[in-house]
């Protein structure tokens, strides 16, 4: 516990993150919606990470955390564990370095868009348990028999660096934000953002939004203490579900002022929402960022707000499912 107390990111991390990661990655842009805005009664704007080249914001933390490596570490192997983004990310970073490829461990239901795109890279993917956190127990089982490099989704202060540098273009974007709706699964995204947003304006709001299925977020900040585990239920937000990491709840809990907790059925309804009414893509662990809006659990009147579709790795099976429900 000490040991984790005594870690910081701070926004000259972030800042050094992104001159780092800065060949690798798009400032995505942070585009008006005017239907969204009319809508809800706000100023809306969608910051696009959806636009990276692996379809998620994953590849950030990634870099940074990859470019970090010694020689030493990088010769033992990397290994990692993901829902699909993460893992994404980690192989596009990987590439561009020039590093050897690393072993990817997903769960046997990740969804089959995201096994498919990691089969472009070079990378050894295994396929273990029922879910992320089955996935990361065999990860690092596997990264320590062979002492090989375990890079973290969101337990790790590069990692966390380097989403922060999304809270950063935005903040530089348009400084008259002052509320930021963030997808939250095991935190890294979310404490990387309210640490750098924060810095720049301490008045911002940042506000996480979790599936009903895999609330643990809210259950860490409600009970004061990180749940690192956690069974979710059925979701289409699988890059969301399971625990909150220890890290983030410790460096960046304070700086979040809520986080919702939103029905899945409502996450669908923004899926379709995005693709018929924007012509935008988003899985649902990025569109759930919007269904606050769009259910009225939050007041949008007068805010400025900067929502983050964080991907759009979407199955074809699964959208059309949706554009079917939407269109009945």
């Given at each position: 516990?000490?040991?984790?107390?005594?870690?910081?990111?701070?926004?000259?991390?972030?800042?050094?993150?992104?001159?780092?990661?800065?060949?690798?990655?798009?400032?995505?842009?942070?585009?008006?919606?005017?239907?969204?805005?009319?809508?809800?009664?706000?100023?809306?704007?969608?910051?696009?990470?959806?636009?990276?080249?692996?379809?998620?914001?994953?590849?950030?933390?990634?870099?940074?955390?990859?470019?970090?490596?010694?020689?030493?570490?990088?010769?033992?192997?990397?290994?990692?564990?993901?829902?699909?983004?993460?893992?994404?990310?980690?192989?596009?970073?990987?590439?561009?370095?020039?590093?050897?490829?690393?072993?990817?461990?997903?769960?046997?239901?990740?969804?089959?868009?995201?096994?498919?795109?990691?089969?472009?890279?070079?990378?050894?993917?295994?396929?273990?348990?029922?879910?992320y956190d089955a996935a990361h127990a065999a990860a690092?089982?596997?990264?320590?028999?062979?002492?090989?490099?375990?890079?973290?989704?969101?337990?790790?202060?590069?990692?966390?660096?380097?989403?922060?540098?999304?809270?950063?273009?935005?903040?530089?974007?348009?400084?008259?934000?002052?509320?930021?709706l963030v997808p939250v699964g095991g935190g890294g995204?979310?404490?990387?953002?309210?640490?750098?947003?924060?810095?720049?304006?301490?008045?911002?709001?940042?506000?996480?939004?979790?599936?009903?299925?895999?609330?643990?977020?809210?259950?860490?900040?409600r009970d004061g203490r990180p749940y690192e585990t956690?069974?979710?239920?059925?979701?289409?937000?699988?890059?969301?579900?399971?625990?909150?990491?220890?890290?983030?709840?410790?460096?960046?809990?304070?700086?979040?002022?809520?986080?919702?907790?939103?029905?899945?059925?409502?996450?669908?309804?923004?899926?379709?929402?995005?693709?018929?009414?924007?012509?935008?893509?988003?899985?649902?662990?990025?569109?759930?960022?919007?269904?606050?809006?769009?259910?009225?659990?939050?007041?949008?009147?007068?805010?400025?707000?900067?929502?983050?579709?964080?991907?759009?790795?979407?199955?074809?099976?699964?959208?059309?499912?949706?554009?079917?429900?939407?269109?009945?």
């Open positions: 516990m000490s040991s984790i107390m005594s870690i910081r990111v701070t926004l000259t991390d972030i800042l050094t993150a992104r001159r780092t990661i800065r060949p690798h990655v798009r400032h995505t842009p942070l585009t008006l919606s005017p239907t969204l805005s009319r809508l809800s009664g706000g100023q809306v704007f969608f910051k696009l990470e959806c636009w990276q080249r692996t379809g998620s914001f994953k590849e950030r933390g990634a870099l940074n955390r990859l470019a970090a490596l010694t020689p030493e570490e990088q010769a033992r192997g990397i290994v990692t564990a993901s829902a699909g983004n993460h893992g994404l990310g980690v192989a596009y970073a990987g590439q561009v370095l020039g590093l050897s490829p690393a072993t990817i461990f997903v769960p046997q239901t990740a969804p089959a868009a995201k096994v498919r795109r990691l089969a472009t890279f070079d990378c050894n993917l295994r396929r273990a348990g029922a879910d690092v089982a596997f990264a320590r028999k062979r002492d090989a490099s375990y890079i973290s989704a969101y337990d790790d202060p590069l990692i966390i660096a380097g989403q922060g540098t999304i809270g950063l273009e935005i903040m530089e974007d348009r400084p008259d934000v002052d509320t930021l995204l979310i404490a990387g953002i309210a640490i750098a947003a924060k810095a720049i304006n301490p008045a911002v709001h940042i506000i996480g939004v979790q599936p009903e299925a895999s609330p643990a977020a809210y259950l860490s900040l956690y069974l979710a239920g059925p979701t289409i937000c699988d890059g969301l579900a399971g625990g909150f990491g220890r890290l983030p709840f410790h460096i960046a809990g304070k700086l979040i002022d809520e986080i919702l907790v939103v029905p899945e059925a409502d996450v669908r309804q923004a899926v379709g929402w995005l693709a018929v009414q924007e012509q935008l893509i988003i899985e649902g662990a990025g569109a759930i960022a919007i269904v606050p809006l769009l259910n009225g659990t939050l007041n949008a009147s007068n805010r400025t707000i900067a929502a983050v579709l964080t991907g759009r790795n979407l199955d074809a099976a699964l959208l059309n499912e949706i554009l079917t429900e939407w269109s009945q």
